[in-house]
């Protein structure tokens, strides 16, 4: 009797377990790619965004533009945003633009340019979101920067940076080059076959690092300009995903997400031409993907977007690989 009772309970125990492993399985649509859902906009004229945890709350970092519908002081600065509460840190960085964010060990990195076409890259570093020290990491005479993404594998940073110049560094503009350091202060500028790429429009935007391999999210001219991801394990030699695109332009990205905007600006975002998503970035937040990204017009029309992956970044990146 007992051991019927304990088979008896095995079963039960399968039975109720077998739903939560089902929901835990990765999200994927119709095409078996990960499956991000668009919430909508959440603001306007606003672009380079990247959601962080820091102190187990979820912020979202902004580089808030001059021309900004909300930016009264005429310049351009960083910010970061309470993702709750809608709480805004302190300006910094005044007159910086294309900040990028990071977190390790209980700090906070945002490294930036001082203009579009820098041949400086800066690095802010804070402990609490308010108090900040910065130096520049390294200059490049000649080159054109913009958009930066760090991570840190192993006991190295690692920096992709886009370049738009000089021809014979970057090729096609825009295009993802490499830098690694172990301080922040000293940096090893990788050779210019650490690329993606040097052929076509490929614009960097996230940089990320899972079990040996690199994965580049990136924007592409094609079809309009679609969100894409490739990945390496030396910085040389890259494999597209199968399932590309990452993102595109779609009905979705109009939905208003922010509901406290005004009138002028949801009337505006219903009138806006779509045909570009782009700038994607995403962090983990209790067991899902946060992510923002940019829609418009690539010409200087803009919206930021937030969407949900409801999974782990592990299964979000291990899902635009497939195993054959």
């Not at 308010?130 to 991570?151: D, H, R």
């Not at 391999?213 to 990136?218: G, M, Q, S, V, W």
């Not at 946060?290 to 990146?317: P, R």
Request: proline share 5%.
């Amino acid at each position: 009797m007992k051991q019927f009772q304990s088979i008896c309970l095995f079963i039960l125990i399968g039975a109720v377990s077998l739903p939560t492993f089902a929901i835990n399985k990765p999200p994927i649509d119709a095409d078996g790619r990960p499956l991000i859902e668009k919430m909508g906009t959440i603001d306007c004229d606003m672009v380079e965004t990247t959601p962080v945890v820091f102190n187990g709350r979820l912020y979202r970092f902004e580089y808030v533009r001059a021309n900004y519908w909300n930016n009264k002081t005429g310049d351009s600065y960083f910010r970061f945003v309470d993702h709750e509460t809608g709480e805004k840190t302190t300006p910094f960085a005044k007159g910086y633009d294309f900040g990028s964010a990071y977190v390790s060990d209980n700090t906070v990195y945002v490294t930036a340019v001082d203009e579009g076409d820098s041949e400086q890259v800066y690095i802010f570093k804070s402990h609490d979101l308010e108090n900040w020290e910065q130096w520049m990491a390294f200059k490049l005479p000649g080159w054109g920067m913009f958009n930066t993404s760090m991570i840190k594998v192993k006991n190295k940073f690692v920096l992709m940076f886009e370049v738009g110049k000089p021809e014979p560094e970057a090729g096609e503009r825009f295009t993802a080059r490499f830098a690694t350091s172990e301080d922040l202060k000293t940096w090893e500028i990788l050779s210019k076959d650490h690329n993606y790429a040097r052929d076509r429009y490929t614009a960097p935007h996230c940089l990320r690092y899972l079990d040996g391999y690199y994965y580049d999210f990136y924007l592409e001219a094609f079809h309009g300009y679609e969100a894409r991801v490739v990945r390496s394990k030396d910085l040389i030699h890259w494999e597209p995903s199968p399932l590309n695109p990452v993102l595109k332009a779609s009905p979705k990205d109009k939905q208003i997400a922010n509901k406290s905007l005004p009138d002028s600006l949801i009337q505006k975002i219903a009138k806006a031409d779509d045909w570009n998503n782009s700038d994607i970035d995403f962090c983990e937040y209790q067991g899902k993907l946060i992510i923002n990204y940019s829609w418009g017009n690539q010409l200087g029309k803009e919206f930021l977007g937030e969407a949900v992956y409801h999974g782990t970044q592990e299964q979000f990146l291990k899902g635009w690989f497939p195993d054959k």
